[in-house]
């Protein structure tokens, strides 16, 4: 599975992580440019963050696969932004 790079929406810089720590950040999930779903933790490198343990990952509500397709598409109206939490 392929890594996801963002860049963050407020100061345009790359997200780092290295797909066990990563930069602290927000994600957001919008469609039709609206809030539908954030989570906030270090950047797992997959659009994701990862869970307070660094165990696992949180989830998207959204279909997998969809989230996958949104690296590279646009569909549905769906939009994944980013940026550094601190
Ligand atoms: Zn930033």
Do not use: H, P
């Amino acid at each position: 599975m392929g890594c996801f790079s963002f860049m963050c929406k407020e100061c345009g810089e790359a997200i780092l992580s290295n797909s066990f720590r990563g930069e602290n950040v927000k994600l957001y999930l919008l469609k039709d440019g609206k809030i539908v779903q954030s989570m906030e933790g270090e950047y797992d490198s997959y659009g994701k963050v990862f869970t307070k343990d660094l165990k696992n990952s949180l989830e998207w509500d959204t279909d997998r696969g969809v989230i996958c397709d949104l690296m590279f598409l646009d569909i549905m109206n769906l939009k994944i932004i980013m940026a550094n939490s601190d």
